[in-house]
């Protein structure tokens, strides 16, 4: 089957996408820019430099990025240069990667819901941010349940 647009809309699949993206990135200390570079990556499932610098053009410059990710456990090799017959480094999206991504699906989808208990890093409601954020969250998994 294949999907239309209309199946898209009707699902209300981008409605939350902010939230989610928001609680996503504070809950694994990473970048908005980092996280939708990510998706990019993963969807190509493997890929080498050329095609991050690639993927980057339509973000914020930041020439740490490529390192933060890597030393952060985001991304990690999949097949290493020999010099001879492997001219070029091949990396792919490491499972921590994956995980976050299909949880991010899958919240999305409304198959599951953004975690509120005490470990979720807004429902501390040390800041205003984390209150408005708690409330947006608690409306959302309510708005679920209609």
Same mark, same amino acid.
């Given at each position: ?6 199946? =898209?809309?009707?699902?209300?699949? =981008? ?23 990510? #998706?990019? =990556? %993963?969807? =190509?499932?493997?890929? !080498? ?5 690639? $993927?980057?053009?339509? /973000?914020?410059?930041? &020439?740490?990025?490529? +390192?933060?990710?890597?030393?952060? $456990? ?7 240069? %020999?010099?001879?017959? @492997?001219?070029? !480094?091949?990396? &792919? ?7 976050? @991504? *299909?949880?991010?699906?899958? #919240?999305?989808? $409304?198959? +599951?819901?953004?975690?509120? *208990? @005490? %470990?979720?890093?807004? /429902?501390? %409601? ?14 959302? @998994?309510?708005? &679920?349940?209609?």
């Amino acid at each position: 089957m294949k999907l239309t647009s209309q199946d =898209l809309k009707d699902s209300h699949f =981008l409605k939350y996408y902010r939230l989610v993206r928001k609680w996503a990135c504070k809950q694994n200390d990473i970048k908005e820019a980092d996280l939708e570079l990510l #998706i990019y =990556l %993963n969807c =190509l499932t493997r890929f !080498t430099r050329d095609d991050f610098i690639n $993927g980057v053009y339509a /973000y914020t410059w930041d &020439k740490h990025r490529w +390192e933060r990710l890597r030393k952060a $456990g985001w991304i990690e090799v999949w097949r290493h240069r %020999n010099r001879t017959t @492997i001219k070029y !480094t091949i990396y &792919k999206t490491s499972f921590k990667c994956n995980h976050l @991504i *299909s949880r991010i699906y899958r #919240i999305l989808l $409304g198959e +599951e819901d953004i975690p509120t *208990s @005490i %470990n979720c890093v807004y /429902y501390n %409601n040390k800041s205003y941010t984390d209150k408005v954020m708690n409330k947006a969250i608690d409306d959302m @998994i309510k708005d &679920k349940d209609r």
